[in-house]
């Protein structure tokens, strides 16, 4: 049965944008389902809330099209230096480019922009179709050809089913693959700022026994605060008034944040989530969809980065050997490079989550101990190397 489409992506964010700009030029058939485009982007527009960093080796991914240059064009904010210290420490440890020989550890970035601009890198493949605003609701399997109902009401096939579409994925629902999931006692407060200083080549994170606080530096006096709390007291910060909340930042916070002026808040509760299987025959999960773990070390994206690159590349050398590469026999290639790499970032998150709630004594030397040491030239360098995905 010939299908409308080689892939169906369902989920149009930065990850499944990703992969179908990696596919395009290899002579897939794409098509890239989403409920809803990215909002334009103008230069006097507020700093989006929703921001994550980017290792080098997502920016890489993005290298590979377009996309990157685009997103240069709009805006993004290169950092060099990166802090870890908790309060009444001696761990306290600062990672810098220079120690590894890079410009630069990273970039923070608007997800709407990287979203964006990756939608603009794809209007140039007349292979790829972008069918928006749509939701897949049902799946269906018929023989090698995979079916999918929209809710627009419109059925489209496809050889394969990719699910990018999140952590609450309807593909990975409508396929019966079920999730080891856990919820911590913790929400986190994030809050775009105007800031006094001017501290935008660093990022940094404070320990303390509530929980992190850390900064994001954005373009400009501008940047990102976040604040892990009990979840009641994160959902209070949240409901003040910008003015008043500006207030209990600065006056928990450490003093290398400075002054500040909130422009907008939000809060969130912290998962983790991690799907049984990421394929099977005619479908395979990316991103959220697949895992999600405590954005404590920012890895969440940069790892949804590394499952495209991955699979990509899998698809990309069974159809050129021949292969049937939508097969589970070919899937589980992929499957077999990433789960396990996923599992131990969600656990080494999860350690890091729980090693820094306790207030013990002892618990606050060992953990300060494991800082001190990564102060270590060799283990500093490993440390900086794998957390920029080289």
Same mark, same amino acid.
Request: hydrophobic share 40%.
């Given at each position: /049965?010939?299908?409308d489409y080689?892939?169906?992506?369902?989920?149009?964010?930065?990850?499944?944008a990703?992969?179908?700009t990696?596919?395009?030029?290899?002579g897939?058939?794409?098509a890239?389902?989403d409920?809803?485009?990215?909002?334009?982007?103008?230069?006097?527009?507020?700093?989006?809330?929703?921001?994550?960093?980017l290792s080098p080796?997502?920016?890489?991914?993005m290298?590979?099209?377009?996309?990157?240059?685009?997103?240069?064009?709009?805006?993004?904010?290169?950092?060099?230096?990166?802090r *870890?210290?908790?309060?009444a420490?001696?761990?306290?440890?600062?990672?810098?480019a220079n120690q590894v020989?890079?410009?630069?550890? =990273?970039?923070?970035?608007?997800?709407r922009?990287? +979203?964006?601009s990756?939608?603009?890198?794809?209007?140039?493949?007349?292979n790829?179709?972008?069918?928006?605003?749509?939701?897949?609701?049902?799946?269906?399997?018929?023989?090698?050809t995979?079916r999918?109902?929209?809710?627009?009401? !419109?059925?489209?096939?496809?050889?394969?089913?990719?699910?990018a579409?999140?952590?609450?994925?309807?593909v990975?629902q409508?396929?019966?693959?079920?999730?080891?999931?856990? !919820?911590?006692? +913790?929400?986190?407060?994030?809050?775009?700022?105007?800031?006094?200083? =001017?501290?935008q080549?660093?990022?940094? !994170?404070?320990?303390?026994?509530?929980?992190p606080?850390?900064?994001l530096?954005?373009?400009?006096?501008?940047?990102?605060?976040?604040w892990?709390?009990?979840?009641?007291?994160?959902?209070?910060l949240?409901?003040?008034?910008?003015?008043?909340?500006a207030?209990?930042?600065?006056?928990?916070?450490?003093?290398?944040l400075?002054?500040?002026?909130?422009?907008?808040?939000?809060s969130?509760?912290?998962?983790?989530?991690?799907?049984?299987?990421y394929?099977?025959? =005619?479908?395979?999960?990316?991103?959220?969809?697949?895992?999600?773990?405590?954005?404590?070390? =920012?890895?969440?994206?940069?790892?949804?980065?590394?499952?495209?690159?991955?699979?990509?590349e899998?698809?990309?050398?069974?159809?050129?050997s021949?292969?049937?590469?939508?097969?589970?026999?070919v899937?589980?290639r992929?499957?077999?490079?990433?789960?396990?790499?996923?599992?131990? /970032?969600?656990?080494s998150?999860?350690?890091?989550?729980?090693?820094?709630s !306790?207030t013990?004594?002892?618990?606050?030397?060992?953990?300060?101990? *494991?800082?001190a040491?990564a102060?270590?030239?060799?283990?500093k360098?490993?440390?900086?190397?794998?957390?920029?995905?080289?």
């Open positions: /049965m010939k299908c080689d892939i169906v992506i369902c989920g149009g964010g930065m990850i499944g990703a992969l179908a990696l596919l395009a030029p290899h897939f058939s794409i890239l389902v409920g809803h485009k990215p909002g334009r982007y103008d230069l006097s527009q507020k700093f989006d809330l929703r921001i994550s960093a080796k997502s920016a890489q991914v290298q590979q099209s377009a996309a990157w240059e685009i997103l240069q064009g709009m805006r993004l904010c290169p950092y060099k230096r990166m *870890v210290w908790e309060v420490g001696f761990g306290d440890l600062t990672f810098s020989g890079v410009a630069e550890l =990273g970039h923070i970035v608007e997800n922009l990287v +979203q964006l990756l939608w603009q890198a794809l209007q140039s493949n007349d790829v179709k972008i069918i928006c605003p749509a939701s897949p609701e049902h799946f269906h399997r018929d023989g090698k995979m999918i109902d929209l809710d627009t009401g !419109q059925s489209i096939s496809a050889r394969l089913v990719v699910g579409d999140g952590a609450q994925s309807k990975r409508g396929f019966g693959v079920g999730v080891n999931r856990g !919820q911590y006692q +913790q929400a986190c407060l994030v809050a775009s700022v105007n800031t006094q200083l =001017g501290q080549d660093i990022t940094w !994170q404070r320990f303390v026994n509530t929980g606080q850390a900064f530096p954005l373009l400009g006096q501008h940047g990102s605060v976040v892990y709390h009990q979840t009641d007291h994160a959902r209070a949240a409901n003040l008034t910008n003015v008043d909340l207030g209990e930042i600065m006056a928990h916070f450490p003093a290398e400075g002054a500040i002026e909130v422009t907008e808040k939000a969130f509760g912290l998962q983790k989530q991690h799907a049984q299987s394929c099977m025959d =005619g479908m395979v999960l990316v991103g959220d969809a697949a895992h999600v773990i405590n954005p404590l070390a =920012g890895q969440g994206v940069n790892l949804g980065f590394q499952d495209v690159s991955s699979l990509a899998t698809l990309k050398k069974a159809r050129n021949g292969e049937d590469w939508s097969t589970i026999g899937l589980s992929y499957q077999k490079q990433r789960k396990l790499a996923n599992s131990i /970032m969600l656990h998150m999860d350690a890091f989550h729980h090693g820094f !306790q013990g004594t002892k618990s606050k030397w060992l953990r300060n101990m *494991v800082l040491s102060k270590v030239p060799l283990i360098k490993q440390i900086i190397r794998y957390a920029m995905g080289i």
